[in-house]
């Protein structure tokens, strides 16, 4: 694996692995957070004194960016995120594919209002924001779902362009796009009757967990095992082959 965001990842695996603890539930949360921005100066100057992530995103009363998506989108809001559906089109409950999308929390302001106006150009079906501060500070902030990966695809290439001078967060356990870690893909596990759906980073990190537990050593490094035992249920360069 090469890239920033593999760099990013093998580095959360080492960081969590060093925690004295066996407790798998636990070491899974800390994985999944890891790269999350602090709520810093950076984040305090980028939402301001108010603590207003709406306004930063353009989606507070009279936004630009809420305007622009009013018409051909439907927005509903969940514990954490801020969802975008399209109007009109029959919902997927399991989308084929879904790209992230990583600008710092300083970078939203301009980052934000470009993401909307290509998803809304290009026909994305359904998109979600983080949702309140902690929700724009985590490293997968922004995520948009495709029924087909040539779609996905086109997408990020406009992206790549329109945002090439954006500054990357980057979100581990993805699959790289651009080497700098903005954008990246994931394909999230096929669905289980019975079982409620689980998104691509969550079941990751789920493993990951329990790969850390069952091969880390006193004294050595804990990647290369976890990375094995990971290609052994199917995983290849973050991604489920």
């Known amino acids: 694996m090469a890239g920033r965001l593999a760099e990013l990842s093998l580095r959360a695996i080492r960081t969590v692995a060093a925690l004295p603890t066996s407790d798998v539930g636990l070491i899974g949360r800390r994985l999944y957070s890891f790269g999350a921005a602090p709520f810093g100066r950076d984040a305090e100057l980028a939402f301001g ?3 207003n992530p709406l306004s930063v995103l353009g989606l ?22 801020i969802s975008f559906s399209r109007v009109g089109r029959q919902a997927n409950d399991a989308p084929a594919c879904k790209l992230y999308v990583s600008p710092r929390p300083e970078a939203l302001a301009a980052a934000f209002p470009v993401v909307a106006a290509t998803f809304a150009r290009l026909e ?8 309140g501060a902690a929700g724009l500070l985590r490293p997968d902030k922004i995520v948009a779902y495709f029924d087909d990966l040539d779609h996905l695809s ?5 992206l790549s362009h329109a945002l090439r001078r954006a500054p990357a967060q980057g979100a581990p356990f ?10 990246s893909w994931g394909r999230d596990p096929r669905p289980v009757e019975g079982a409620a759906l689980q998104s691509w980073r ?6 990951l967990a329990e790969a850390i537990v069952a091969v880390r050593r006193p004294g050595e490094d804990p990647a290369p095992a976890v990375t094995a035992r990971l290609a052994e249920q199917g995983v290849k360069n973050w991604v489920m082959a």
Do not use: N
Request: hydrophobic share 40%; net charge neutral.
């Open 202 to 207: 969550s079941w990751i990190t789920a493993r």
């Open 60 to 81: 507070g009363p009279g936004g630009a960016v809420r305007e622009l998506l009013a018409q051909p989108y439907e927005a509903s809001t969940h514990a954490g995120w």
């Open 49 to 51: 004194p108010g603590d």
């Open 154 to 158: 086109s997408v990020a290439k406009a």
């Open 174 to 183: 993805t699959a790289e796009i651009t080497g700098d870690g903005l954008l």
């Open 124 to 131: 994305v079906g359904s998109f979600k924001v983080g949702r």
